[in-house]
């Protein structure tokens, strides 16, 4: 039988409206106190039932896996990875020939809170964000090679940094199912190719979010001279080129990034004008040429992990956005993200919005970007849309 939390009076409002987190504040008092990673039970102030999740210590001390009185096991499972890879399938990306990665759970968007796993071609990548989740790792590999079958030929679990660090957890990241002695898949995107390094890679080896704005980018790029700052492993740059760009530049801090990067153009083209930088993507900039790119593509890493670095995150966004826009041509498309949680769209929007005003230039939306529909948001929780961006007319 799980362990019990008792929640303060009126403090189970949230869970009434099916939010997936429980907050340290809201405890009145633990029936026999659970381990970090325990399954539990939430009972409100008049002994009520209410939610089932894993127990955490810190801010948050449970994220819910179930607003029902069903146990967490190995139907529970099924029935959640089954659901989501269904929604794949209505979308068009499980099974797609032209697209053979995409996420399969995005956390709380899928009513699985701290599970990501993404699926690049036979091979699935798992990151658990919970103590709770990583002691589940082995039942939920063994459902998805339930489900997959032989369209699935290795399970790696890339948790040892994302893992809270009082999770007390001999972690290492290491295949749990298969293991075809490759580090590298070459995956399709929209018909574009792509290395991905599983093990090696930043997350869970690529960016799958930007798919659809990457898709889009390609209406803008015919015969431009286009700048792909922060580039990471050239995502956008190979969308660039597949649009009709005449010259790509690609900058980023990593010189393993951009090595990638280069491969990732060879890989899709012949004879193709790509020049790579190794540098900061903010002195880049600052030192471009004025009026020299038509297409300017700003996707930096989360400048605000936390509500508390909210401020300076802003700050940082409007910079970034000023020198940008201070050395587009008159005419030239923006392409700017923001991937951190704590921003909102207002917040984010205004920031850009100040950094044209800066500039003395008038910009006129063309679109509003988020994540694609293997990131769904949650509605009950509205902190799983994380990702915003903006395309821009520069006048």
Not at 42 to 53: C, K, P, V
Not at 158 to 163: D, F, P, Y
Not at 303 to 327: D, E, G, V
Request: proline share 3%; charged share 20%.
């Amino acid at each position: 039988m799980p362990k019990q939390i008792i929640l303060k009076h009126n403090r189970h409002e949230s869970l009434k409206r099916f939010h997936p987190w429980i907050f340290s504040g809201a405890v009145a008092k633990y029936i026999d106190k659970p381990d970090e990673g325990d399954v539990v039970d939430i009972f409100t102030a008049d002994n009520r039932f209410i939610a089932r999740g894993h127990y955490q210590t810190g801010s948050i001390i449970c994220r819910v896996l179930t607003f029902e009185d069903e146990n967490i096991d190995k139907n529970f499972w099924h029935k959640r990875i089954s659901n989501a890879y269904k929604l794949r399938e209505k979308s068009g990306l499980a099974q797609n020939r032209y697209t053979t990665a995409y996420r399969l759970i995005h956390g709380e968007g899928d009513m699985l809170p701290g599970l990501i796993i993404d699926i690049y071609g036979k091979i699935a990548v798992m990151q658990t964000h919970s103590t709770g989740m990583f002691c589940e790792r082995q039942i939920i590999c063994e459902t998805l090679t339930e489900i997959f079958g032989s369209k699935l030929t290795a399970v790696y679990d890339k948790s040892s940094s994302t893992l809270p660090f009082n999770a007390n957890q001999n972690v290492k990241d290491e295949y749990i199912f298969g293991n075809n002695g490759k580090n590298e898949e070459i995956i399709l995107e929209n018909g574009n190719k792509f290395i991905v390094n599983p093990e090696a890679g930043q997350k869970t080896g690529f960016f799958i979010d930007q798919r659809e704005n990457r898709k889009i980018l390609e209406q803008y790029t015919n015969k431009s001279t286009v700048l792909n700052a922060f580039c990471y492993t050239g995502g956008f740059s190979v969308s660039a080129f597949r649009g009709g760009a005449n010259l790509v530049h690609s900058v980023d801090s990593s010189q393993k990034a951009i090595e990638l990067a280069q491969k990732n153009i060879e890989l899709n083209f012949d004879n193709i004008n790509h020049q790579t930088f190794v540098e900061d993507a903010f002195s880049f900039i600052r030192n471009a040429e004025n009026s020299f790119y038509d297409v300017i593509i700003l996707d930096p890493p989360a400048f605000a992990k936390h509500n508390s670095a909210l401020k300076n995150a802003i700050q940082a966004y409007k910079r970034l956005n000023a020198a940008a826009i201070a050395i587009i041509k008159p005419g030239g498309i923006l392409f700017t993200f923001s991937c951190s949680q704590a921003v909102d769209r207002t917040n984010f929007r205004n920031a850009v919005f100040s950094a044209a005003a800066i500039n003395k230039r008038n910009a006129r939306i063309l679109h509003q970007l988020t994540q694609p529909a293997d990131h769904p948001v949650n509605i009950y929780h509205p902190e799983s849309e994380y990702l915003k961006g903006l395309v821009l007319y520069i006048e």
